[in-house]
């Protein structure tokens, strides 16, 4: 599974960084690190949606608040 | 005139005598692109505070300005001489003062009156240099004249530097030689002149216990090579002017620079090469950068140039961020490095299409802010001493 988050002005603006670390913390936590390929991209076009973050081709609005619902959701669920 | 590939990378810095707010010493930098020559004069007022400002500035003016317009030194001593007001107090007018007088980019002359003797750093090693006395208008005047290399540094200041920690950290204050010592270690690290004067000034500082005893003022002149360095920021305002637009900037010699995130997709097709962001977040503020083969360095845009903003102010002011932008990895203090050290001719590409997406939200990024962002640092690093053009797209 790749999980992509925007890394771009505005998401950035939004919180793209607490999104990312709370990601890497979470990813860590239940060990996925060999299952879960995480990174990072510039503008994905949607700035009014972000954080803008996809899995595998799929495209979600996170915000560093919904972060744990949307990895328990996402990409716990599906694993 | 046909000129070498060498420049003077030129900065300096004061330090005010403990509780004053205005500082005895001047420098002044007056650049003559017609007879391409640079005339730096450091003087230092008799005393400190108001008078000793008023002498240092009418100083430093009267000989550069005299100077620059191709007078001789005699009458631009005996014009500083005749002006001066005299202290009512002390019943003499007096400034001492260094002027440092670069022709061509290939030849230096020092005069000195009064001031400490300039040091003079070739390849890092000291140089003595060869002054002879002159007596001008009554006064003993020392001048040298030296054939200029590739990395000479010229470091020039006023006696409030080497009488740093009197019977503080030291009998006699610090002596030429560990001036000297002191600075020999920084030389090649690529610091500007700026931060160069900078680092003497702090130590200064600090052997005066953070309590100058009197005013001092540290002036560096760095010979080096011209460096061009290209930034392009912001996609085209017509999409078709993609191609065009990245041709050109990829022509240009010198280093690129990519900032943002939609421009750095459009040099990435350009270049047919992948783009591949980092997570990395060195400093918690500023976006990752990324990496694209062909580009010396990728950024996210408005945020990272904001913050590069921030640091080319305080350069120009007490340069006290020096410490965070010259060694740190984030993608504004790697732009901070490269325009402000390493470039010395800085061409930027700014493309003005307006981004619907930060338009219509509430963030502060909006195509004004942009477009004031350039304008803002281009007119910063013009401070800086360096030529800067701008081709809007």
Known sequence: MKITVCIGSSCHIKGSRQVVEQLQFLIAENKLKDKVELSGTFCMGKCQQGVCVTVDDEFFSVSPETVKTFFESEVLNKL | MKTNELCADIGYLSLNHFGEQLCGDHVEVLETPETNSTVVVLADGLGSGVKANILSILTSKIISTMLSAGLSLEESVKTVVETLPVCSVRGVAYSTFTVIRITNNSRAEIIQYDNPKTIMLRNGKNMELAFEEVNIAGKKINKAETQLMENDVFITFSDGVEHAGVGLSYNFGWKREDIVDYMSTFWDVGFNAKTLSTILLEHTDSLYEGKPGDDATVCTVRIRKREPVNLVIGPPANRDDCTKMMSLFFAKEGKHIVCGGTTSGI??????????????????????????DGCDLVTEGVVTINRVLDYAKNLLDDNNAYQKWSCKKDGASLIARMLFEDATDINFFVGKAVNPAHQNTDLPITFTIKMQLVKELSECLEKMGKRIKVCYF
């Open chain 2, 267 to 292: 040099a990435a097709d350009y270049l047919k090469k992948e783009l591949r962001p980092s997570l990395n977040f060195s400093d918690p503020d500023i976006p990752p950068t990324a990496q694209i």
